[in-house]
């Protein structure tokens, strides 16, 4: 289920910086990953989430989601980074992957339980970047790296 709803803000996200004056339509791709960590079976779910979105104008957004959710509901933990930047694709292969290199970013932000701190304020946010290349799947919306 909030593999679902990433999804879907996902989406209503790139479809918002189409019709906000973005030349083109957006590429999402995503990645979700759920586990639990030893002590914590029956408690608590940690959820690993990639969501990339592909500008036509070269520039992309990366977030990245740490959630540590009880299985009550009650969330834990919400870590988000977001980054901004160039990025380059190459073509796509019959499998319908194609390699995404991104550069470093411009820009970005961090929420932690819901303190945001900009780029712009702490330069250091954007040295935690280390994702420099993704394979996606055109098809299925998926990052597979």
Same mark, same amino acid.
């Given at each position: 289920?909030?593999?679902? %709803?990433?999804?879907? #803000? ?7 910086? +189409? ?17 639990? /960590? ?14 990339? +979105? #592909? ?19 009650? +969330? ?6 977001? *980054? ?6 190459? /073509? ?6 194609? /390699? %995404? ?7 970005? *932000? ?16 954007? /040295? ?18």
């Amino acid at each position: 289920m909030k593999k679902l %709803i990433a999804t879907g #803000l996902a989406v209503v996200c790139a479809m918002s910086m +189409v019709a906000c004056g973005k030349s083109g339509a957006a590429e999402v791709y995503t990645a979700e990953v759920d586990s639990v /960590e030893a002590g914590y079976e029956g408690d608590c779910v940690n959820t690993d989430q990639d969501i990339l +979105v #592909l500008n036509a104008d070269g520039t992309y957004t990366l977030t990245h989601g740490f959630y540590v959710n009880q299985i009550s509901g009650i +969330v834990v933990a919400n870590i988000k980074n977001v *980054y901004n930047g160039k990025y380059t694709a190459g /073509e796509v292969n019959a499998d319908g992957q194609k /390699e %995404i290199k991104l550069e470093a970013p411009t820009s970005g *932000y961090t929420n932690m339980n819901g303190t945001v701190t900009q780029s712009s304020e702490d330069a250091s946010i954007l /040295e935690d970047f280390d994702a420099t290349s993704f394979t996606v799947n055109v098809n299925t919306g998926a990052i597979e790296q």
